[in-house]
């Protein structure tokens, strides 16, 4: 529990220095709607769930690489330029990576989740990568009218097309890549004992 409760108020303490002039208020704005929603819902899940200290600490890792996204928007997010110019990409791919990222790091927080509605292991496992694949798709549908409805001039900066007309679909693709991967990953581990916490 300490353990979990520190990696919440670092969290906190490193969205709040974020938060501070970042490269399009506007844009910042937008994509914090998803941290004002989750973060309760997340703190509410726990209570429930009592997530194990890996999924706190893949939640966490999502958090700040969305927080610092946010921060710089994730088609100019500096940090990432070495990588762009090292391998010659037209375009910054961070935006993907954390895509990918949210159907990897997820995966088991949103598996022990759904274990507190679900005893059935191998149901709880299938519907967790239904559920990813599902949020990935509807992630992109939500961004757009998002953007429509508060802000048609940010489509650029908070869509992040980067002139690629497939944008969206290649971010949904990396999202259910993510997720395959991870249930690799865990099959094991979860299928063998729904009840173990990793």
């Avoid at 353990?3 to 970042?22: E, H």
């Avoid at 490269?23 to 769930?49: G, H, Q």
């Avoid at 958090?63 to 070495?82: D, K, N, Q, R």
């Avoid at 961070?94 to 790091?105: I, N, P, Q, T």
């Amino acid at each position: 529990m300490k353990q979990k409760t520190f990696l919440f108020t670092l969290y906190i303490f490193i969205w709040i220095l974020l938060a501070f002039n970042p490269w399009y208020r506007d844009d910042w704005l937008l994509e914090n709607i998803l941290v004002f929603i989750a973060l309760p819902i997340l703190i509410w899940s726990d209570r429930r769930t009592d997530f194990s200290l890996t999924s706190a600490i893949m939640l966490f890792l999502f958090f700040v690489l969305h927080a610092i996204g946010a921060h710089y928007t994730y088609s100019e997010m500096p940090w990432f330029s070495p990588i762009t110019h090292f391998f010659g990409f037209e375009r910054n791919h961070y935006d993907r990576v954390v895509h990918f990222l949210f159907g990897f790091l997820l995966f088991l927080p949103f598996y022990e989740f759904f274990t507190s509605f679900q005893k059935s292991a191998i149901q709880t496992f299938l519907f967790t990568i239904i559920f990813l694949i599902a949020a990935s798709g509807i992630y992109e549908v939500i961004e757009w009218v998002a953007t429509q409805i508060a802000h048609p001039d940010l489509g650029i900066a908070f869509l992040g097309v980067q002139g690629d007309p497939w944008d969206a679909q290649k971010d949904m693709a990396c999202g259910y890549l993510g997720t395959l991967l991870a249930s690799l990953v865990w099959s094991r581990p979860l299928l063998k004992d729904n009840r173990t916490k990793v």
